[in-house]
């Protein structure tokens, strides 16, 4: 299902996500990686449901197991690519910040203006306001920037 890369990445995150290295992930741990995420005051009620998602204990494996069911309906990074590019037709790698804004708040499933502040927090425009498409199609299906 995954890369050998892939899953030690899952590896890491599961260590930093076990606080207390039980080797299982439970509601304390959820609440103390939101807490050095600096998200505090998670409500319980929003962890209980978190910890629910999964057939019983988290260990390593379920985990796994868990985000391949999650990643299982996400697009390849080639079709998310093609999508963009419809906005890009001179294929400069870039599209306008201001234009993409336009069309996510105006077209089809709309975004909210919260929805465009959270992406344009993880993707900032570059200082010429374009938005780089092919590095945000990367993060969206490898969760990391290339080098």
Partial sequence: MFEQTQIQEFKEAFTIMDQNRDGFIDKADLRDTFAALGRL????EELEDMVKEAPGPINFTVFLTMFGEKL???????TILNAFKIFDPEGKGHIKADYIKEMLMTQADRFSQEEI???????????????????????????????
Avoid: R, W
């Avoid at 005051?41 to 319980?44: A, G, I, S, W, Y």
């Avoid at 299982?72 to 080639?78: L, R, S």
């Avoid at 927090?121 to 080098?147: M, Q, R, W």
């Fill in 41 to 44: 005051n998670v409500k319980n």
């Fill in 72 to 78: 299982k309906g996400t697009d390849p990074e080639e």
């Fill in 117 to 147: 502040n959270q992406m344009f927090a993880a993707f900032p425009p570059d200082v010429s306001g374009n938005l780089d498409y092919k590095n945000l199609c990367y993060v969206i299906t490898h969760g990391e920037e290339k080098d």
